[in-house]
T-cell receptor, first 113, second 117 residues
Framework: SQKIEQNSEALNIQEGKTATLTCNYT??????LQWYRQDPGRGPVFLLL?????KEKRKERLKVTFDTTLKQSLFHITASQPADSATYLC????????????FGSGTRLSIRP | DTAVSQTPKYLVTQMGNDKSIKCEQN?????MYWYKQDSKKFLKIMFS???????INETVPNRFSPKSPDKAHLNLHINSLELGDSAVYFC????????????????FGPGTRLTVL
C-alpha cells in the first residue's frame, strides 16, 4: 500500500532562515502532490499543488520541489517568520481513487524570534 | 462568509450515546468529505460524497453513517459512541472529486472536537 512519510515530527528554525521540510512516498507514482498548513485548533489550509511534470513551484516565500525519481518533495519557506509556525502536511491522491487524498503525519515547524 | 462550516465545534458526551455533526459548504463544490484526526494528528479519510452519492467508504465501523441531503451538506451520525471515537472530525469539500488527475485540493472546515467520556 502507498505510504507517505514526513521525516521530522518537529523542526525548530531561527527567524530569517530557510525552513526545509521533507515528504517521501513509496509504492506508486502520483500525478501530483500537495502541501497544507494546519494551525492549532483549525482545519488544514491548502498551500500549493505540484504536478508530476513540474520540478518546482513557487508562491511568495514558499517553494516546493517534486522529484519523481527519488519519490520525494521538499517544501521550503525562505526568510521564515514566527507567523510561519504551524504544522505542515504533505498529501497525495490515492492510488485507487484520485478523490481520496492521503495525508502525511505532518511536521510541526517552530520559528523562534 | 465561512466556506466550510461545521457544528458543533465541541461535543462532549457519554459512551453509548448517539450524536450527529453537521457540515455545510457554500463554495458550490460537488464533493464533500469526512476526516478523522486522532491524538497523534494523523488525518485519515472516512467518507466522500460526490453529488450526494457515496464514492469513498473507508474501513470505518458501521456505527458511523454519513448522510448527504444535498450537495452542499454532509452530516455524520455516530451511534453507540465509544471511547476510541474521541478525536477531531473535519469536513472538507473540493471542486473536482472524481476520476480526475487535474489536481484535487480541499477546503477544510474548522473541525469538531469529540470527547467521549
Amino acid at each position: 500500500s502507498q505510504k507517505i512519510e514526513q521525516n521530522s515530527e518537529a523542526l525548530n528554525i531561527q527567524e530569517g532562515k530557510t525552513a526545509t521540510l521533507t515528504c517521501n512516498y513509496t509504492n506508486y507514482s502520483p500525478a501530483y502532490l500537495q502541501w497544507y498548513r494546519q494551525d492549532p485548533g483549525r482545519g488544514p489550509v491548502f498551500l500549493l499543488l505540484i504536478r508530476e511534470n513540474e520540478k518546482e513551484k513557487r508562491k511568495e516565500r514558499l517553494k516546493v520541489t517534486f522529484d519523481t525519481t527519488l519519490k520525494q518533495s521538499l517544501f521550503h519557506i525562505t526568510a521564515s517568520q514566527p507567523a510561519d509556525s504551524a504544522t505542515y502536511l504533505c498529501a497525495l491522491p490515492g492510488y485507487s481513487s484520485a478523490s481520496k487524498i492521503i495525508f502525511g503525519s505532518g511536521t510541526r515547524l517552530s520559528i523562534r524570534p | 462568509d465561512t466556506a466550510v462550516s461545521q457544528t458543533p465545534k465541541y461535543l462532549v458526551t457519554q459512551m453509548g450515546n448517539d450524536k450527529s455533526i453537521k457540515c455545510e459548504q457554500n463554495l458550490g463544490h460537488d464533493t464533500m468529505y469526512w476526516y478523522k484526526q486522532d491524538s497523534k494528528k494523523f488525518l485519515k479519510i472516512m467518507f466522500s460524497y460526490n453529488n450526494k452519492e457515496l464514492i469513498i467508504n473507508e474501513t470505518v465501523p458501521n456505527r458511523f453513517s454519513p448522510k448527504s441531503p444535498d450537495k452542499a451538506h454532509l452530516n455524520l451520525h455516530i451511534n453507540s459512541l465509544e471511547l476510541g471515537d474521541s478525536a477531531v472530525y473535519f469536513c472538507a469539500s473540493s471542486q473536482e472529486g472524481w476520476g480526475t488527475s487535474g489536481g484535487v485540493y480541499q477546503f477544510f472546515g474548522p473541525g469538531t472536537r469529540l470527547t467521549v467520556l
